[in-house]
């Protein structure tokens, strides 16, 4: 198994450019995560979905949209880039709808860079 | 809205000596979680821990669940430099909300 991968890697973007950050997992997880991490303010939940057709807003979701079509995939949109959305991103998934306490995998992060 | 504060934010120690971080949230969790986190890396998960009182080990670590489910801690007893990195608190109420994170140094 990948686990959970994210793709790009690394990214820059200009003030007011919209791009996609792209996360996948193959452990048929229903349970899917965003989170930004930034200096001294550890993990801050963006959105997540409990299952296909079902998201739902964190503690940090203006400015980003997320869907979930399938099991497998839950992509972040950032709609108009912004310098605050500077961050490393983290995708994570995790078992069971009714199990959101379970243990959460995490994929390698993106580390967006907005001018 | 819910917090979850982590203190020390940095703490750096000589090899051997041991250390801990400590996790206080504002509300009653039902779980929380530990993770740690390799510089550079991503986080990945140590334990998690229900019960009111409850105290897991492994090998080193020693994680405890406090009385009223609003405190945790995480104890290393006699650091390796294989400890270095970020350990970070998860709570769980409605959602994960994770602490900030304390970043430990290991001096060799």
């Known amino acids: 198994n990948a686990g959970v991968t994210q793709t790009p890697k690394f990214q820059v973007l200009k003030t007011g450019q919209s791009m996609t950050l792209q996360c996948a997992q193959d452990?048929?997880?229903?349970?899917m995560s965003w989170y930004r991490q930034d200096p001294g303010m550890g993990l801050r939940l963006i959105h997540y979905s409990v299952g296909a057709g079902i998201t739902d807003q964190g503690e940090v979701p203006n400015g980003y949209n997320v869907s979930r079509s399938t099991t497998e995939d839950f992509p972040l949109r950032l709609l108009s880039a912004a310098p605050s959305q500077t961050s490393v991103y983290f995708c994570?998934?995790?078992?069971?709808?009714?199990?959101?306490?379970?243990?959460?995998?995490f994929g390698p992060g993106t580390r967006l860079t907005v001018l | 809205g819910q917090q979850v504060m982590q203190i020390p934010q940095y703490q750096h120690v000589q090899e051997g000596e041991d250390f801990t971080t400590y996790c206080n949230s504002s509300t009653t969790l039902s779980n929380i979680q530990w993770y740690k986190q390799r510089p550079g890396g991503h986080p990945v998960f140590l334990i998690q821990?229900?019960?009111?009182?409850e105290v897991k080990k492994q090998k080193r670590l020693t994680f405890q669940f406090g009385e009223a489910k609003k405190n945790s801690s995480l104890h290393i007893t006699a650091t390796q430099t294989t400890d270095v990195g970020t350990y970070f608190c998860?709570?769980?109420?409605?959602?994960?909300?994770f602490g900030t994170g304390t970043s430990l140094t290991v001096i060799p």
């Open positions: 998860a709570g769980i109420s409605n959602q994960f909300y």
């Open positions: 994570a998934s995790g078992r069971g709808v009714k199990r959101r306490t379970d243990t959460q995998y």
């Open positions: 452990m048929n997880h229903e349970y």
């Open positions: 821990l229900v019960k009111s009182g």
